[in-house]
T-cell receptor, first 114, second 111 residues
Framework: SAVISQKPSRDICQRGTSLTIQCQVDSQVTMMFWYRQQPGQSLTLIATANQGSEATYESGFVIDKFPISRPNLTFSTLTVSNMSPEDSSIYLC???????????FGQGTRLTVV | GENVEQHPSTLSVQEGDSAVIKCTYSDSASNYFPWYKQELGKRPQLIIDIRSNVGEKKDQRIAVTLNKTAKHFSLHITETQPEDSAVYFCAACCSAGKSTFGDGTTLTVKP
């Protein structure tokens, strides 16, 4: 099973600034994803982080707002840019070691924008 | 793409009763159906899964059933305990190579 380290675990940020969230996996994984979740609510997929190429964004999410990097098979970052209070949420990275396998999640980043 | 609907959104049961959560999916090509439990402030974690070549799977107090023809699957928890209180997510895989999650069910087990 994959072990994921996600940081920071929480942050309070000023509006207009940017925050970069890191996700480190202890093994090489094919698929990495970034989700947004309001506490106790559904998981909303932001994008699929593709190794060596641009991320694939879901409807309603754009690269300028949520740039993603994935330089190798064990690491990815998500940046929340030009933040507003509406960006306050929990951000989770997730990995799947292959199609049709269990998803493992990072511990999440609780972001508050003031 | 895949669409997963999950019901109910909230469920409250007495300790010792059974709980059932149901999901439907749209893509007949989906072949892997996991269930995740997310306790308050924690990350989602897999509790049970089923593949399309199996109709039912059981692990102690939890079981999952799958009806491929009707494209629905269900989570059954028997003899519920207060520690079963959490948000439960179903998922269907692998349209476009990724899992699609349901919107979650908040289960409350009252002592």
């Amino acid at each position: 099973s994959a072990v994921i380290s996600q940081k920071p675990s929480r942050d309070i940020c000023q509006r207009g600034t940017s925050l970069t969230i890191q996700c480190q996996v202890d093994s090489q994984v094919t698929m990495m994803f970034w989700y947004r979740q309001q506490p106790g609510q559904s998981l909303t997929l932001i994008a699929t982080a593709n190794q060596g190429s641009e991320a694939t964004y879901e409807s309603g999410f754009v690269i300028d707002k949520f740039p993603i990097s994935r330089p190798n098979l064990t690491f990815s970052t998500l940046t929340v840019s030009n933040m507003s209070p509406e960006d306050s949420s929990i951000y989770l990275c997730s990995v799947e070691e292959g199609q049709g396998t269990e998803a493992f999640f990072g511990q999440g980043t609780r972001l508050t924008v003031v | 793409g895949e669409n997963v609907e999950q019901h109910p959104s909230t469920l409250s049961v007495q300790e010792g009763d059974s709980a059932v959560i149901k999901c439907t999916y749209s893509d007949s090509a989906s072949n892997y159906f996991p269930w995740y439990k997310q306790e308050l402030g924690k990350r989602p974690q897999l509790i049970i899964d089923i593949r399309s070549n199996v109709g039912e799977k059981k692990d102690q107090r939890i079981a999952v059933t799958l009806n491929k023809t009707a494209k629905h699957f269900s989570l059954h928890i028997t003899e519920t305990q207060p520690e079963d209180s959490a948000v439960y997510f179903c998922a269907a895989c692998c349209s476009a190579g990724k899992s699609t999650f349901g919107d979650g069910t908040t289960l409350t087990v009252k002592p």
